[in-house]
């Protein structure tokens, strides 16, 4: 089975710091992950995935991730945080051996507040 | 402009009334899934289908029905609500379910409350 764990419910830091919200995932293949954000009162953003290749990731709004194999982490990172950054992260994983073939989807972690303080 | 609709967005009802949420979108994906969101939860599947008449269960589908008639609408029906259907209802399309890992799209959201 497959499964994210985010193990920061709330991430605060202060704008032009950087920033980095934390995902751990466990698949029996190769994973495919992704980052999502979620604004208030809107439905999730897709910012970026991890599918194979460079093990760093560029993706929308100046965030990036890092993918490590060795400590399946999947972290979200920027280097200089905005107040307009604040809203509620998720990771997700989908298993490319998952029993339930290709149509098994994504399963996504419980989410990360991050508030940006001015 | 490519999005995913849902209606409505805010609903209040009673225990046992039937409803439907509809979900709609317009960039002709194969894919599409209901989620529900909780706090501390993150997003469960619900239901998802590969394409028109191709529906199956997702982790929490009890208490829920689907159907894909069309290739753009997937309507969520709650055929007796109960309070702990309580929730925020994401519905999300994408492009391919099989292979590649295309991203999601998903709608704005529908918060239901069951009393």
């Known amino acids: 089975a497959q499964s994210v764990a985010q193990p920061e419910d709330q991430v605060n830091v202060a704008e032009g710091n950087p920033l980095t919200v934390k995902c751990t995932y466990s698949v029996s293949g190769n994973p495919y992950l992704f980052w999502y954000v979620q604004y208030p009162n809107r439905g999730l953003q897709f910012l970026l995935k991890y599918i194979t290749g460079d093990n760093l990731v560029k993706g929308s709004y100046g965030f990036e991730a890092e993918f490590n194999k060795s400590q399946t982490s999947f972290h979200l990172k920027k280097p200089s945080a905005l107040v307009s950054d604040s809203a509620l992260y998720f990771c997700a994983v989908r298993d490319l051996l998952s029993s339930r073939g290709s149509a098994r989807q994504l399963t996504f972690g419980s989410g990360t507040q991050l508030t940006v303080l001015p | 402009e490519a999005q995913v609709t849902q209606n409505p967005r805010y609903l209040i009802t009673v225990t046992g009334k039937k409803l439907t949420v509809t979900c709609s979108q317009n960039?002709?994906?194969?894919?599409m899934s209901w989620y529900r969101q909780d706090p501390g939860l993150g997003l469960r599947q619900i239901y998802y289908s590969m394409n028109v008449e191709v529906t199956d269960k997702g982790d929490v589908p009890e208490g829920y029905k689907v159907s894909r008639k069309e290739k753009r609408n997937f309507p969520l029906i709650l055929e007796s609500p109960s309070p702990n259907q309580t929730s925020l209802y994401f519905c999300a399309s994408s492009s391919r379910g099989l292979g590649v890992a295309d991203e999601q799209f998903f709608g704005p959201g529908t918060r239901l409350t069951v009393l």
């Open positions: 960039m002709n994906h194969e894919y």
